[in-house]
C-alpha cells in the first residue's frame, strides 16, 4: 500500500524556518518524482517546489531563494526546509509522488504551517 507521510509543521514567527518531512512507503521510491504543493485557505493548490525529470529542482518564484527541496531516496525522504517564512506561507503543505515512467500520483495528507506573530 503506497503512503506518504508529511512531518514538520507548525507555528512560527515571522523569519522564522520550518523543514518539513514526507516519507513514503510501499513503492520504490527513487522511481518517483517528488514534489511539494501547498493550499491556503480559500485558495486553489500550487506547486512550491519539484524535482524535474532529470533530477534538478525547480521553485515558484514566490519561494526562491528561502524554500529549498531536497531527497535521500535511501530514506524514503524528501524534505523542504523553509527559511525567512512570511505569513502569506501559511497553508497546509502536501508532497506527491508522480511515478517518472507512467504518471500515477500519490498525494500525502498534508501538514500546516502557519507563519504569525
Known amino acids: 500500500q503506497v503512503q506518504l507521510v508529511e512531518s514538520g509543521g507548525g507555528l512560527v514567527r515571522p523569519g522564522g524556518s520550518l523543514r518539513l518531512s514526507c516519507g513514503g512507503s510501499g513503492f520504490t521510491f527513487s522511481r518517483y518524482r517528488m514534489s511539494w504543493y501547498r493550499q491556503a485557505p480559500g485558495k486553489e493548490r500550487e506547486l512550491v517546489a519539484s524535482?524535474?525529470?532529470?533530477?534538478?529542482?525547480n521553485y515558484a518564484d514566490f519561494v526562491k531563494g528561502r524554500f529549498t527541496i531536497s531527497r535521500d531516496n535511501a530514506k524514503n525522504t524528501v524534505y523542504l526546509q523553509m527559511n525567512s517564512l512570511k505569513p502569506e506561507d501559511t497553508a497546509v503543505y502536501y508532497c506527491?509522488?508522480?511515478?517518472?515512467?507512467?504518471?500515477?500520483?500519490?498525494w500525502g495528507q498534508g501538514t500546516q504551517v502557519t507563519v504569525s506573530s
Open positions: 506527491k509522488a508522480v511515478l517518472i515512467i507512467g504518471g500515477v500520483a500519490y
Open positions: 524535482f524535474t525529470t532529470g533530477g534538478s529542482t
